[in-house]
C-alpha cells in the first residue's frame, strides 16, 4: 500500500461558522486497557480444555492482530475458527476482571469530550467482549466498533469522521492514515516509539497521561 502524506486533516468549518467538534478513535487492548492478564488467563483454559499447548506469554506479546492470527499457530487451519469460537464464549469468565484500564485512559476520553468532542473505540477484538470491558471499568465511549484490523479500521474511522486515531500498534497507525485521520501513537504495546514512527506515525506519546496536553495543542492549531 502506497504511503499516505504526512498531512494534518484540517477541522471542517460548522454552518456557524465555528469548526466540528472532533471525533477521536481509540483502540482497545494495549491502548486503552491493559488486557494481557486475561487474555493470557483465557488462552491457558484454552488449552487446558483442548489438550494443545499455547504459549500464552508470548502470545499476550503481540496483542493487536485478529485472534484468528495467534491461533493459526497452535491449531490446524482446519479447526482455527471453531476454536476462535470457543475461546471468544469463554473469555467473560477469564478475561474481563482481570483487567485494568492504562494510566491516562479515562482522562483521555474526558479530554475530547470537554471539547465537546465524540470519542469512539474501534478495535480487532470481538465487539461483545470490547464492550463487556469497557462497562466492567466504566469507560463509556459514544460507538465501539469491534472486528476491524489494521486499514479495515478506516471503515469506522470514516463512517464517523474520526479526525484521529489513537493506537499502539503499526496496524493501528495504518488504520489512520488509510482513513485520512491523524495518527497518534502510544508506545504502551507491542510496538516501540521507534517502530510506530517508521510506520508514519504523526505524533508518538510515551502513554494516553500525555494525549490530553496533545489534545489541547492539536484543537488550538485547528
Not at 468532542?117 to 465501539?144: F, M, Q, S, W
Not at 488504520?175 to 507491542?190: H, K, L, Q
Not at 497521561?209 to 485547528?222: A, G, K, V
Request: glycine fraction near 8%; proline fraction near 7%.
Amino acid at each position: 500500500m502506497a504511503r499516505m502524506a504526512n498531512v494534518t486533516p484540517p477541522a471542517q468549518p460548522a454552518p456557524s461558522g465555528r469548526t466540528v467538534p472532533p471525533t477521536v478513535g481509540f483502540d482497545l487492548d494495549m491502548t486503552l486497557i491493559d488486557s494481557r492478564p486475561g487474555i493470557r488467563a483465557c488462552y491457558l483454559a484454552l488449552a487446558e480444555r483442548t489438550g494443545t499447548y499455547v504459549d500464552a506469554d508470548l502470545a499476550v506479546s503481540r496483542l493487536g492482530p485478529p485472534l484468528v492470527e495467534e491461533l493459526v499457530n497452535w491449531f490446524p487451519a482446519e479447526r482455527v475458527e471453531e476454536m476462535a469460537e470457543l475461546y471468544r464464549a469463554m473469555y467473560p469468565e477469564y478475561a474481563i476482571t482481570s483487567t485494568l484500564a492504562l494510566p491516562g485512559a479515562r482522562d483521555a476520553i474526558a479530554a475530547v469530550r470537554e471539547r465537546g468532542g465524540r470519542a469512539i473505540v474501534v478495535t480487532a477484538k470481538y465487539e461483545p467482549n470490547a464492550k463487556l470491558h469497557l462497562a466492567h471499568l466504566g469507560i463509556e465511549p459514544d460507538a465501539v466498533i469491534g472486528d476491524l484490523w489494521a486499514e479495515q479500521k478506516a471503515l469506522a474511522l470514516r463512517e464517523h469522521a474520526a479526525s484521529v486515531y489513537v493506537g499502539d500498534h503499526t496496524g493501528d497507525v495504518r488504520g489512520a492514515r488509510t482513513a485520512g485521520a491523524m495518527s497518534v501513537a502510544v508506545a504502551t504495546g507491542p510496538c516501540d516509539a521507534a517502530e510506530l514512527r517508521e510506520a508514519g506515525a504523526d505524533a508518538v506519546l510515551t502513554d494516553l497521561t500525555e494525549f490530553p496536553r496533545w489534545f489541547s495543542d492539536y484543537c488550538s492549531d485547528n
